[in-house]
Structure formats: C-alpha cells, structure tokens
Nanobody, 124 residues
Framework: QVQLVESGGGLVQPGGSLRLSCAAS????????MGWFRQVPGKERDFVAA????????YYADSLKGRFTISRDNAKNTVYLQMNSLKPEDTAEYYC?????????????????WGQGTQVTVSS
C-alpha cells in the first residue's frame, strides 16, 4: 500500500520560512518523479514544483521561482519543499504526489499517488 505523508505545515508570518516534508512508503521511491501542489478552497489544485527521480532536474511554477526549492533524499524516501519569503497568497493546503515517470510532469492527472495534505497559513 502506497502512502505519502506530508508534514511541516503550520502558521507563519509573512516573510517567514517553512520546510515541508513528504515521506513515501510502499513504492520504489527512486522510480518516481515527485511533485508538490497546492489548493485553496473553491479553486483547482495548482502545480508548485517537481523533481525527477534522481534529483537531476527540477521545475517550478513561474511565480514561485526563487522562493521555493524542491529536493529529495532517495535514501530516506522523502521529498522536501523549502519555502522562503512566504506571502499571504501562499496560504493553501499543500500536497505531495508521486508519478511513475522518469521525467518532470506538472499536471495532476499524471500523478499516481497523493498525500493527505498539510495546511500552510501565512498571516500576521
């Protein structure tokens, strides 16, 4: 049974930082592209970042480049999202996802497994 478990969300002030983690189990982690998405109530789930199976390639939503960094540790079956200079508009539920593809994908329908999400709230 595949499980993706996100952690690290919470309340942070504008300009602050958070690091999200997503621990995967039940799959061969280094055969999956990993992605982060976010969603606010009433809107579609949006792509945030993705990283290829070996960490050799990353891709970000244009609006997030320079503030967010995705990384992975295949020895720990974990993917991370470092978020800096957070803004109130970054407030959302953040989801990690796994796609059994050896290249970057950015659309939700290409991802096979999803975590339950972790809430990030940016507010003073």
């Amino acid at each position: 049974q595949v499980q993706l478990v996100e952690s690290g969300g919470g309340l942070v002030q504008p300009g602050g930082s958070l690091r999200l983690s997503c621990a995967a189990s039940g799959l061969t982690f280094n055969r999956y592209t990993m992605g982060w998405f976010r969603q606010v109530p009433g809107k579609e789930r949006d792509f945030v970042a993705a990283i290829a199976w070996n960490g050799g390639a990353t891709y970000y939503a244009d609006s997030l480049k320079g503030r967010f960094t995705i990384s992975r540790d295949n020895a720990k079956n974990t993917v991370y999202l470092q978020m800096n200079s957070l803004k109130p508009e970054d407030t959302a539920e953040y989801y990690c996802a796994a796609a059994q593809i050896l290249y970057i994908v950015t659309v939700t329908r290409r991802y096979d497994y999803w975590g339950q999400g972790t809430q990030v709230t940016v507010s003073s």
